[in-house]
């Protein structure tokens, strides 16, 4: 059994069942302008706004995990009847942010590995379907190769943890293993304070942190862009219980809309939502520009479902290849993804578009 499948058992037993409380079904609205020019008023009053918990991947976030902010600050849920808290676990992988998602209690970030390792959920959403981050080292390492012995970040969970992923994968194109490098576990704000200290000598990070260790310190520098490292990696889908879709589909049909309203303005109102993502984010607005542009222009936040078949049946093999999950473990496309829930979802929000070229 894989990593996860002999964790799964344990993170899940930790938390007590929670039921997030929710009300009556939402009443139908518009669709979005895909330019986002406005936030359409709801045509139906809201009287008894229904309660959703969101689950962010990082403390704080980075520029990429910001739309739920953006959503809540711009009215997007509110207009849907849709009282959402935002809650930031240390890692989309982590055992507290999957545990949140088994036992109901947030619609946060989950990957292809818990499901086929016992999770009861289904993804709902792909926020970002494309990696954003660059694999960064410090002045002394010149290729993958000399990263051998060196303290490479596995923040946001450790072992499995995404960080430590990606670690593995870069140690991969120099034929090297996790066995050959130091792992060092931390919480996900140390990342990059880890680099620049030298306390870690390789991390993945997020363009708006790259931007920042290139200001701090200009001898770091990019050992690998990990989307041309691994350009079918999926990197971020939101996930609920199977449980609750049951329980109410409306509503997190009605999230999800809101969700893709909010990335579809966030494409053609800068001005209007680095101030949010600034302030979720605490990073400087410089930074924060930066990260937009290369997300915006690198079609990291998708438009539409984001997801993709393609790149899931991807995601599935890699985990068998890699050993996070039996062969025997192995799901369809479609005991992965909510599928139908999604397209519902776009289907308030006037259904695909496709801007600046970008498509999923």
Known sequence: MGIYGRALPAIIACFAVVATA??????????????????????????????????????????????????????????????????????????????????????????????????????????????????????????????????????????????????????????????????????????????????????ALHPEDVFLAQKEKPGLKILVNLD???????????????SKIAEDRALYRDVVAALIETNRFIYGNKAKVLPIMAKATQKPDDAVAYAWDFLTKNCVWSVNTGFNRERTEWSIQSSVDNKDIEPAQRLKYEDIVAESLGNEALALVGGATTINGCKD
């Not at 992988?93 to 109901?104: C, E, H, I, P």
């Not at 993804?123 to 190769?145: C, D, F, N």
């Not at 041309?228 to 199977?242: D, R, T």
């Open 22 to 203: 929710c009300g009556p079904g939402g009443g139908a609205v518009g669709p979005a302008t895909p330019s986002g020019s406005a936030v359409a008023a709801q045509t139906t009053p809201c009287t008894t706004p229904r309660k959703v918990s969101l689950g962010v991947s990082t403390a704080p976030p980075n520029v990429v995990h910001t739309p739920p902010y953006v959503a809540k600050e711009l009215g997007i849920f509110a207009k849907r009847c849709i009282d959402a808290e935002i809650v930031e676990f240390e890692g989309g992988l982590s055992a507290t942010n999957l545990a949140a998602v088994a036992q109901g209690k947030a619609m946060a970030s989950l990957n292809e590995v818990a499901i086929q390792a016992g999770l009861k959920g289904r993804q709902v959403w792909g926020m970002a379907p494309r990696l954003p981050h660059v694999y960064m080292v410090a002045e002394s390492i010149k290729t993958a190769a000399d990263l051998r012995g060196k303290r490479l970040s596995a923040a946001g969970g450790g072992v499995g943890s995404f960080n430590w992923r990606m670690g593995r994968e870069v140690l991969k194109t120099a034929n090297l293993t996790v066995n050959d490098a130091q792992f060092v576990s931390t919480g996900t704000a140390a990342r990059l304070p880890g680099l620049l200290a030298g306390q870690i000598e390789g991390v």
């Open 228 to 242: 041309q490292l691994l350009p079918l990696y999926f990197f971020n889908a939101y996930g609920v219980a199977e």
